[in-house]
């Protein structure tokens, strides 16, 4: 569209050339408009990343050694069978075996490790593995008796404690 101007050369098109310009400026304002939310976009992913990775490294350093952990249960197994089964004397042997057994349990319990207690409560899957039932007076589906000990590192099962339910 031209008009005429106070320039003296006839039609101008300087209000055309401004339109232009505005056009420009719009679409550059866009531009910055659509690459500042990109860039937040990419701000956010980027601290989201950061803490799932923090947080993956703190689980990963406090559950590192369930591995390790797990494999001493079954020392752990056999210093209680043997603790039950002693004769009931108390000499310096059993002295000695109940102390070592304390300071193990302690050493293990020091980095998170903790039995599970079930006896008279109400059997829950995550933590209760049944090997039998029984008919019972009691409600249904109470631990009646602890037939292997399980163990909580922290708040994640290491090991199911395998339970007696009633029915």
Do not use: W
Request: contains cysteine.
């Amino acid at each position: 569209m031209t008009k005429k101007c106070g320039s003296g050369h006839g039609t101008c098109k300087c209000s055309s050339k401004k339109s232009d310009v505005k056009i420009k400026i719009d679409e550059k304002d866009m531009k910055i408009a659509e690459l500042t939310e990109s860039l937040k976009r990419l701000q956010a992913e980027f601290e989201n990343y950061k803490r799932r990775v923090e947080k993956e490294q703190k689980d990963f350093s406090e559950y590192a050694c369930g591995d390790f952990i797990k494999k001493f249960l079954p020392v752990l197994d056999s210093f209680e069978l043997s603790l039950k089964n002693l004769d009931g004397k108390e000499t310096q042997v059993t002295k000695g075996l109940k102390l070592i057994y304390s300071q193990f349990f302690d050493v293990l319990e020091s980095f998170g490790l903790r039995k599970i207690e079930c006896v008279g409560k109400k059997f829950d899957p995550y933590s209760h593995e049944v090997l039998l039932s029984e008919k019972s007076d009691d409600d249904s589906d109470v631990v009646l008796e602890e037939l292997h000990v399980g163990y909580m590192l922290k708040d994640k099962v290491l090991r199911h404690s395998k339970v007696k339910v009633s029915k």
